[in-house]
């Protein structure tokens, strides 16, 4: 890959990547609040819902820090 498709590359994955760690925060934001009305069983159902979906997030945080990582490997030196 030439260096401007390892650098076009490297925006959208670090574009993705501030994308997926806003909604990592919104959803820890809500799950907070979910933990403390979570007495009833549909709290319980809501938190393990967005608890679901935090996972989904940290995994998706995690495959685009390392595509990252092999972008900036793959980057040549000017």
Known sequence: ???????RRLRKVHAELGRAREELAVTDEQLAALWEDAHDREGERHV???????????????????????????????
């Open 48 to 78: 393990d819902v967005l608890t679901g979906s935090r996972q989904t997030l940290l995994a998706r945080i995690a495959d685009l820090v390392r595509a990252q990582d092999e972008l900036l490997d793959r980057l040549p030196a000017r």
């Open 1 to 7: 890959m030439v260096r401007s498709g390892v650098e």
